[in-house]
Every structure is written in structure tokens, then in C-alpha cells.
């Protein structure tokens, strides 16, 4: 059975470019959540997706913009990027039950934007 | 102030000692707490589910109190395999348009032979 699977897992941009993550969830599961994580920090929410809709948001500005596709799987996608973008995107994946769902995270994607 | 704190640590400790963590949240809203592990360059994986009578899986107990609003993991009998981030987790507001996932920080162990 696999697990969450993301893609690339290294990638480098420069400022002002555009970028596109994408994850694929656990199977079973329908229901995808990005996260940030930069160095030393937790993981900050960005966004969750369910049934192709963003059900969710936290605080990120609408350069952070995604999709969920019939199949479940999700992308990310980031406009004009900052310096401060540079960080570790998670995608996790639930099946929608509820406040207990549990999310499995997948290895993430490392973003160096020079 | 931020919805979700923990201390960072490090807490390093000698193997087989036991340990324990508080996470403290502030948004009365908060619906369902968990804590997560995260290994150095990896991605978190749940640990447990916080749940209001309290739980236990192992050397493991999570524990909530709402009237409080913290959330704590205590580690039993260390080992060294146990060394980690441990981050805190509070769902908010599942139900409403506002919900939100908030991870605190972490948590930093590390057990010592």
C-alpha cells in the first residue's frame, strides 16, 4: 500500500518564477492538506482540499493557490516567488471523518528559492 | 501570542528516565489535539491522538485538560530511538469555514546512553 507521495522532492527557483508541487494521496484516503515548514519550525497549514474544493485556508497570500483533481491527488502552486518561500512542503492526506481525522504525511518537497 | 506553544527544548535526558511535555493552546474553539514526531529531515508521523479521558499506547500518554487548554505527552522508560521533534497539534473549528490545523513548533528530545 503506498503511502502519500510527493513530487519533485528537491527543487530550485529564483525569485518572481513560478512554481508546482504535486502530491499524491494515501490510498483510501480523499482529502489533501499542504503545509510549510521552514528551518526549525512547525509545520504552518496552508490549505486543505476535498472534493476538488478548498475547504480550508490558513494565513498565506493568494500566491499560494492549488487544486484537488478527480482522482484525489492535489497540486500546489506558488507565484512569484520570495526569498522567504525557501522552505519544506508537506502534503498529508485523510479520509474525511472529522475533527479526529488522522493525516499522513508525505516526505515532502524542499524549495530553494536564490 | 500564538494559538499553539510549546517549549522548545532541547530536553536531553538519559535513556530510561521518563519525560514529559505540556503544549498550550489558546482558542476555546480547539476541537481535536494530537502529537506528532518528526525525525531530523523527515516528515512528522502521528504518534497519537489526544483524546479528553486520556490515552495511553505503550510508554506513551497523552493527555488533555480543556479547562486548562494544554495538552501533554509524557514518555515513559526512554529510549534512545526516541530522540525527535515532537510537535503538538490542534484542529479548530472543524465544523465552521474558519478551521484551521495549527502545529506548534516542537519540541526537541534527545536521550542520552
Known amino acids: 500500500d503506498a503511502g502519500v507521495t510527493q513530487s519533485p522532492t528537491h527543487l530550485i527557483k529564483t525569485r518572481g518564477q513560478q512554481v508546482t508541487l504535486r502530491c499524491s494521496p494515501k490510498s483510501g484516503h480523499d482529502t489533501v492538506s499542504w503545509y510549510q515548514q521552514a528551518l526549525g519550525q512547525g509545520p504552518q497549514f496552508i490549505f486543505q482540499?476535498?472534493?476538488?474544493?478548498?475547504?480550508q485556508r490558513g494565513n498565506f497570500p493568494d500566491r499560494f493557490s492549488g487544486h484537488q483533481f478527480p482522482n484525489y491527488s492535489s497540486e500546489l502552486n506558488v507565484n512569484a516567488l520570495l526569498l522567504g518561500d525557501s522552505a519544506l512542503y508537506l502534503c498529508?492526506?485523510?479520509?474525511?471523518?472529522?475533527?479526529?481525522?488522522?493525516?499522513?504525511f508525505g516526505p515532502g518537497t524542499r524549495l530553494l528559492v536564490l | 501570542r500564538k494559538e499553539v506553544e510549546q517549549d522548545p527544548g532541547p530536553f536531553n535526558v538519559p535513556e530510561g528516565a521518563t519525560v514529559a511535555f505540556n503544549c498550550t493552546y489558546s482558542n476555546s474553539a480547539s476541537q481535536s489535539f494530537f502529537w506528532y514526531r518528526q525525525d531530523c529531515r523527515k516528515e512528522p508521523k502521528l504518534l497519537m491522538s489526544?483524546?479528553?479521558s486520556g490515552n495511553e499506547d505503550g510508554r506513551f500518554t497523552a493527555q488533555l485538560n480543556r479547562a486548562s487548554q494544554y495538552i501533554s505527552l509524557l514518555i515513559r522508560d526512554s529510549k534512545l530511538s526516541d530522540s525527535a521533534t515532537y510537535l503538538c497539534?490542534?484542529?479548530?473549528?472543524?465544523?465552521?469555514?474558519?478551521?484551521?490545523?495549527?502545529f506548534g513548533s516542537g519540541t526537541r528530545l534527545s536521550i542520552r546512553p
Open positions: 497539534v490542534v484542529n479548530i473549528g472543524w465544523y465552521s469555514s474558519a478551521s484551521k490545523i495549527i
Open positions: 498529508a492526506s485523510s479520509r474525511r471523518q472529522g475533527p479526529q481525522e488522522t493525516q499522513y
Open positions: 489526544v483524546y479528553s
Open positions: 482540499y476535498y472534493e476538488e474544493e478548498e475547504r
